[in-house]
């Protein structure tokens, strides 16, 4: 069966109005609905009063600039978001991932490799939404937690406690964490990790592991410097420790 892709909006901030009316293009001819921004202060206030499906962001914009959009964008709102650069410096791409983005892809890509990500993690996203939803019409009251030393998983309202005070997690941040947990004592590589949570094979993109463990570490942690829940293995990956 064909993906309804109608009712899905997606919001390009980008200031080059060819690049921005490409992408357009594309992804209304794969069935999307797509508006423009094509500057950061307009597109922040236009993702944080209207709705939309997914944000492709550009990172060098006028007036506000891409990590900043991202970085209120994400205390405001659960959605999507595929951050776009010209630059290749993976230090732009792990403060990006940092910021909250799901996900980066460098100047020049290909539409199609663009509309293949989209797809993939609205596809991603509406699975998380759609398993909440089944949950509620089946009448399942009774929270599936994950529970260690004092750290708490909610994996049906997807909230993180630590000592009952709530972390708040980004999509992927809590789905590595809660992946990890659910799994401890086991090593992971960062490439295993990678296919697991963002469902492609990790290519030169390892790094979105390595930044989201840090931050998912700055928020459950007594001492990034000693954690004692994600352990990192040298030269071969992570643990959950019990």
């Known amino acids: ?102 996900d980066y892809i460098t100047k020049p890509f290909s539409p199609s490799e663009l509309t293949a990500r989209v797809r993939a993690h609205l596809a991603r996203y509406e699975r998380l939404v759609g398993s909440a939803a089944q949950l509620g019409n089946a009448g399942m009251h009774r929270n599936r937690t994950v529970e260690i030393r004092g750290l708490r998983i909610d994996k049906d309202a997807r909230r993180v406690y630590v000592n009952d005070e709530e972390k708040i997690m980004t999509n992927k941040e809590f789905d590595l964490l809660t992946y990890l947990a659910e799994r401890p004592n086991r090593v992971f590589t960062k490439d295993e990790l990678f296919r697991a949570i963002w469902d492609m094979e990790a290519v030169g993109e390892v790094a979105t592991v390595t930044v989201h463990i840090k931050k998912i570490r700055e928020k459950i942690e007594v001492s990034t410097s000693n954690p004692q829940y994600i352990e990192t293995i040298w030269g071969v990956g992570y643990r959950f420790k019990l």
């Not at 980008?14 to 950061?40: H, N, P, T």
């Not at 990590?67 to 964008?73: G, K």
């Not at 776009?84 to 993976?90: I, L, P, Q, R, T």
């Open 1 to 102: 069966m064909m993906e309804d892709t109608r009712k899905q909006t997606i919001l390009i901030i980008e200031d080059e109005e060819a690049i921005a009316e490409l992408e357009r293009d594309y992804l209304e001819q794969a069935g999307f609905s797509v508006e423009i921004a094509y500057d950061g202060d307009s597109g922040l206030q236009r993702a944080l009063k209207e709705e939309f499906s997914l944000i492709i962001l550009d990172l060098m914009l006028p007036g506000t600039d891409g990590f900043e959009v991202c970085r209120q964008v994400r205390e405001k709102k659960n959605l999507p978001i595929l951050m776009v650069s010209a630059k290749k410096d993976d230090l732009d791409k792990i403060r990006g991932l940092g910021f909250g983005a799901d």
